[in-house]
């Protein structure tokens, strides 16, 4: 007999991430270098020269333990976007930040809501905690119902988890409508408004770091792991009232980010010419993708993300394998609760373009 797991755990799916090169080259008996991964939102254009330049002249340092406090970045961001340096907590990826929301306000007889679909990692952290999911389904155009999310709001109600953009599906609420979500979310819901995909926004976007200024009950959540290219150094952020930070603070773990990731994150900070460099050329390919499916006369959402959501009227099963023998992973929207749709993560112009004369046969002879 084994050893008994938790009730909550008991009920957790597992967790179903993009597989990894290394799993992928093993499955597909392609090598590492022939594949193109486009299945996890990642930069593909890597890091700036500066972060490499910065890691390289620090293993002097490697045998203490960092500074657990982060206080470097944490003042350089506090000055980036005029906020305390109180007003920060750093995580292992904003996975971590999320998993030490639900773990400090999430338990049983509380409803969290979830816009369907988004990041699934809020689902996982839900259920670990024992709260309840009240889902709340995007509209006919992808968007994000926020007015049903109002009408879903009651007593029992702790959390709402807000992508935005939004993962998979690239929309973004306009900032109007945000503001006066914002406003009208009662002070006993923590809103979390994850904005991990924030540099790729196609127009104008508010300061949103604002609401924290003004409402003790937002946490916004930013990563280094899209448009900087740092996925594998797990750096992500959240900004909050100090109430909201304090704990946090309590359920993290005590050293949670390493040397050479405070490093990267500080060097990443003076590129700035790096970024727009990835914005352009993300904005550049997004074009490239719907022309491309406009040819093809396949509906797509337009994107504020680094990653594109299309529909190919077959079934997203079927196309991942496709794609898969000829070395390229993209993500099935089946995943998503989303049958006949695939997210494609914007890739190098070379690659997008292999994508589409795949895409092109698949649908061609289906
Ligand atoms: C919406 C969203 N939030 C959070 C994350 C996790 O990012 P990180 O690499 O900072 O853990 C992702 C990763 O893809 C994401 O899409």
Request: hydrophobic share 40%; proline share 3%.
């Amino acid at each position: 007999m084994s050893v008994k797991e938790k009730k909550s755990v008991e009920r957790l799916p597992k967790y179903k991430l993009a597989k990894s090169l290394k799993s992928f080259s093993l499955e597909y008996g392609i090598e590492e270098k022939d594949i193109i991964k486009l299945a996890g939102n990642e930069n593909r254009y890597g890091c700036s020269r500066k972060v490499l330049e910065a890691i390289n002249n620090k293993e002097s340092d490697f045998s203490f333990y960092p500074d657990m406090n982060v206080t470097l970045l944490r003042e350089k961001l506090s000055k980036k976007y005029n906020i305390n340096p109180e007003n920060f907590i750093f995580g292992n990826g904003s996975f971590e930040l999320i998993t030490l929301i639900g773990e400090a306000f999430i338990s049983s007889g509380n409803e969290v809501i979830y816009n369907d679909p988004s990041f699934g990692w809020y689902l996982n952290v839900t259920l670990k905690n024992e709260g309840t999911i009240i889902r709340v389904p995007v509209t006919e155009d992808k968007a994000v119902d926020t007015e049903e999310i109002l009408k879903r709001i009651n007593d029992k109600t702790k959390v709402i988890w807000l992508c935005n953009p939004n993962n998979p599906t690239g929309t973004v609420i306009p900032s109007e409508v945000l503001k006066d979500f914002v406003e009208r979310v009662p002070h006993h819901v923590l809103l979390v408004l994850d904005e991990a995909y924030i540099d790729f926004i196609d127009g104008d976007y508010i300061d949103t770091i604002d609401f924290v200024r003004k409402y003790n009950n937002v946490i916004i959540l930013r990563t280094f792991s899209k448009s900087y290219g740092l996925a594998s150094f797990r750096i992500g952020y959240g900004i909050a009232d100090v109430s909201i930070i304090e704990n946090l603070l309590k359920v993290k773990l005590p050293i949670n980010l390493g040397l050479v990731a405070q490093t990267a994150a500080l060097a990443a900070l003076d590129d700035e010419e790096f970024t727009d460099f990835i914005i352009k050329k993300n904005r550049e390919q997004l074009q490239y993708y719907y022309t491309e499916f406009e040819k093809l006369n396949l509906r797509y959402i337009p994107s504020n993300g680094n990653f594109v959501l299309v529909n190919i009227g077959i079934s997203g099963t079927f196309a991942e394998k496709e794609f898969a023998k000829k070395g390229i992973i993209i993500r099935n929207g089946e995943e998503f609760g989303l049958d006949e749709w695939l997210r494609i993560s914007v890739g190098k112009p070379e690659e997008n373009k292999k994508v589409i004369e795949v895409l092109k046969e698949i649908v061609k002879e289906n």
